[in-house]
T-cell receptor
Framework: EAGVTQFPSHSVIEKGQTVTLRCDPI?????LYWYRRVMGKEIKFLLH????????ESGMPNNRFLAERTGGTYSTLKVQPAELEDSGVYFC?????????????FGSGTQLSVL | AQSVTQLGSHVSVSEGALVLLRCNYS??????LFWYVQYPNQGLQLLLK??????LVKGINGFEAEFKKSETSFHLTKPSAHMSDAAEYFC?????????????FGQGTTLQVKP
């Protein structure tokens, strides 16, 4: 069974450009989460999808970030326009059942560098 | 508000020595606690979790953690380190809001194992 897959693994862009990150969750997983780790800091929650609906987007930094999950399968996270402080590793995770002790399966992340 | 503090961003041990990675939490509700590990170029992988059952939790690869409410701690231990244990370890707490798998992470501890 394939795990959570994220594309690209690395992205280097200039300030002001647009970048789109993609996450393919494990097949059948309704829950999809986005997290971000800025260098030297902790991993922080960005948002949570249940199927195609945004359940919780309280962690989204600002309106330059747009997440979608059309059809409830893969998800994209677009940053437009990118700023220097957006650099970091963006993780995606998915799970089958929702709950406090649900097991999250993480992708290997996308390393985003904004120059 | 819930939070997690990992004491020591880097820990170095010799192969065969005891591994002790420290985690303290703050939570206004009985916590659900997790340890994740990230090996180089891979996603985060669940090591173990505490969900209010036994206070001593055994995980994969010989790791275990003990929940101590009086000390608000959930330290991760392994009796004998292997070279393959070199990785970054993350302690996390579920804030238990909205019955989701949303996690609050600590800053991470990089474990180095010396031959």
């Amino acid at each position: 069974e394939a795990g959570v897959t994220q594309f690209p693994s690395h992205s280097v862009i200039e300030k002001g450009q647009t970048v789109t990150l993609r996450c393919d969750p494990i097949s059948g997983h309704d829950n999809l989460y986005w997290y971000r780790r800025v260098m030297g800091k902790e991993i922080k929650f960005l948002l949570h999808f249940v199927k195609e609906s945004k359940q919780d987007e309280s962690g989204m930094p600002n309106n330059r970030f747009l997440a979608e999950r059309t059809g409830g399968t893969y998800s994209t996270l677009k940053v437009q326009p990118a700023e220097l402080e957006d650099s970091g590793v963006y993780f995606c995770a998915s799970s089958q059942r929702q709950g406090f002790n649900e097991k999250l399966f993480f992708g290997s992340g996308t390393q985003l560098s904004v120059l | 508000a819930q939070s997690v503090t990992q004491l020591g961003s880097h820990v170095s041990v010799s192969e065969g020595a005891l591994v002790l990675l420290r985690c303290n939490y703050s939570s206004s509700v009985p916590p659900y606690l997790f340890w994740y590990v990230q090996y180089p170029n891979q996603g985060l992988q669940l090591l173990l979790k505490y969900t209010s059952a036994a206070t001593l939790v055994k995980g994969i690869n010989g790791f275990e953690a003990e929940f101590k409410k009086s000390e608000t701690s959930f330290h991760l231990t392994k009796p004998s380190a292997h070279m393959s244990d070199a990785a970054e370890y993350f302690c996390a707490v579920n804030p238990r809001v909205g019955n989701t798998g949303k996690l609050i992470f600590g800053q991470g501890t990089t474990l180095q194992v010396k031959p």
